[in-house]
């Protein structure tokens, strides 16, 4: 009997050192209010989607998004990253509090109705993956300073632009919490695993 409490006790002890809930870090430099690190956040902002529908930082209230930055004409990397995000936008179907953030950095040619018709050309539904439109100094200022992603134009670069191929994951209080390569299958597996940790969080 002591031998089987011993064996209970030791399984529980080595549980509750090993079988802890994973948490997933935040990104970011963090400034100290009093004893507490606040990390950034993402900043305001308002843009039209591929509806044209205003999706802005208060829409994203409650919710879990991933973002990336792309642009429709790109030769490069963009045509495996909207592939990659489709493999998370299939995954996370059923996953109200997941939402899909492909910011274009080529309003000039990614129109609204450009970008509509991509939408519908993929198949995927508005409420769940939104292709933002906004102005090329307000994108590109999101990219720098709250995803810390690299985007800009680029007369010599393949499709005019040089951008980062990286999905951001961010919680609903619009902390970072991850940063993947979109360009990679295995990256878009850890992406997902991370998503049902962070859907854990409380």
């Avoid at 031998?3 to 997933?24: A, D, N, P, R, W």
């Avoid at 009093?34 to 044209?52: A, N, T, V």
């Avoid at 134009?153 to 991850?178: M, N």
């Amino acid at each position: 009997m002591k031998y089987v409490s011993f064996v209970l006790f030791l399984v529980l002890t080595i549980c509750s050192m090993g079988c802890q809930q994973k948490k997933l870090p935040y990104l970011g430099n963090p400034v100290t209010e009093g004893s507490e690190l606040i990390y950034p956040k993402i900043d305001e902002f308002s843009m039209l989607d591929q509806d044209s529908t205003p999706i802005s930082d208060q829409s994203l209230n409650g919710k879990i998004h991933i973002a990336s930055f792309i642009f429709l004409s790109c030769p490069t990397i963009c045509p495996q990253m909207n592939a990659q995000m489709k493999e998370v936008y299939d995954e996370t179907m059923g996953m109200e509090d997941i939402v899909l953030l492909s910011f274009s950095i080529d309003p000039k040619r990614d129109t609204i109705p450009a970008l509509k018709a991509y939408a519908d050309k993929i198949g995927v539904k508005r409420e769940k993956w939104h292709f933002l439109y906004g102005s090329p100094q307000d994108v590109f200022h999101l990219a720098e300073k709250s995803y810390y992603a690299i985007a800009y134009p680029d007369s010599t670069a393949p499709g005019g632009f040089t951008h980062s191929g990286g999905f951001l994951l961010v919680d609903k209080d619009l902390h970072i919490r991850g940063v993947y390569d979109g360009t990679s299958r295995e990256e878009t597996k850890r992406l997902l695993a991370d998503i049902a940790i962070l859907r854990k969080e409380k």
